[in-house]
């Protein structure tokens, strides 16, 4: 089992910044993909960003290019996503999520998954 705990979520305006952090718990080493969703109100969950093992590999969705970056500690098991430049369209709950492998993009290919963090942004 592995344990996802999110933080750093908050109440931003349009163009501020925000860092997101994921603490991970248990037999990580069974999951060393990670990757950040997010949930919209009203909306399904969708994938954000993935990061590989070593953190040398690495996907966005589009809508988040050249704005977010993921990245890993894993010195610390700690996951991250710093985002800028941030919009209105951004508001949501951030989860973390853990795989076995690198490179999913769905729901379903996601085992573990922290409880969120709500991020608003004001316009």
């Known amino acids: 089992q592995v344990q996802l705990a999110e933080s750093g979520g908050g109440l931003v305006q349009a163009g501020g910044s925000l860092r997101l952090s994921c603490a991970a718990s248990?037999?990580?080493?069974?999951?060393?993909?990670r990757a950040w969703f997010r949930q919209g109100p009203g909306k399904e969950r969708e994938f954000v960003a993935t990061?590989?093992?070593?953190?040398?590999?690495?996907a966005y969705t589009d809508s988040v290019k050249g704005r977010f970056t993921i990245s890993r500690d894993n010195s610390r098991n700690m996951l991250y996503l710093q985002m800028n430049s941030l919009k209105p369209d951004d508001t949501a709950v951030y989860y973390c999520?853990?795989?076995?492998?690198?490179?999913?993009?769905?729901?379903?290919?996601?085992?573990?998954w922290g409880q969120g963090t709500q991020v608003t942004v004001s316009s």
């Open positions: 999520a853990a795989s076995q492998f690198y490179g999913g993009t769905s729901v379903s290919d996601y085992t573990y």
């Open positions: 248990g037999r990580t080493g069974t999951a060393n993909g």
């Open positions: 990061i590989s093992g070593t953190g040398r590999l690495s």
